[in-house]
């Protein structure tokens, strides 16, 4: 009976750290290939991808640009005064970590209200991710599964967040896993 118990608690903890874990988080280089910068359109940018939880906005800008993050008042009226967090240099990678619209400006004066702004609607990261044929592939670090050209390295010296996350996926479910066979035997 009590065995029972254990067995149960042991699978409902392995489905939950299953449904928490992102499958696939994907990193989103903001105005891709201008970065983070004035006269760049990142409504249009924006637009046509869906942003989840875990994911992330990386931001490549300079010293001559900031990045901060903003309210809704603080975005329409291009003031960084009430900003959440400032960063004054890039590159910066920011984590989407929960649902909702969150606003980026510039704060240097003047290039917000050039276009240097940007929101972005987060919802929760679903189960079944879907079929985008538009996710970017990371630049480094990406595992060599999809790759035949060049021989895959050994195992790296850099983690990247998703392997990382994986790794503690794996290992979560292998204690989970142990815990059930425990608890059956
Ligand atoms: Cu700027």
Do not use: E, Q
């Not at 790759?147 to 996350?165: D, E, H, K, L, V």
Request: glycine share 8%; with cysteine.
């Amino acid at each position: 009976m009590a065995r029972t118990c254990m067995a149960r608690a042991a699978v409902s903890l392995l489905l939950f750290v299953a449904a928490a874990v992102p499958i696939m988080a994907v990193d989103y280089t903001v105005g891709d290939s201008a970065g983070w910068t004035t006269n760049f359109d990142y409504t249009t940018w924006a637009s046509g991808k869906t942003f989840a939880t875990g994911d992330n906005l990386v931001f490549n800008f300079g010293s001559s640009h900031t990045l901060d993050v903003v309210d809704s008042s603080g975005y329409n009226g291009c003031s960084a005064s009430n900003a959440l967090t400032t960063f004054s240099t890039g590159p910066v990678t920011y984590n989407l970590k929960t649902t909702g619209t969150h606003y980026f400006i510039c704060g240097v004066p003047g290039h917000c209200s050039n276009d240097m702004k940007l929101s972005v609607a987060v919802s929760g990261s679903s189960s079944g991710s879907p079929p985008s044929s538009s996710a970017p592939t990371t630049p480094s670090g990406s595992p060599p599964s999809t790759t035949t050209g060049s021989p895959p390295p050994p195992s790296s010296t850099t983690t990247t967040p998703s392997s990382a996350a994986a790794i503690s996926l794996s290992t979560a479910l292998f204690g989970a896993v142990v815990a059930v066979l425990a608890a059956l035997s």
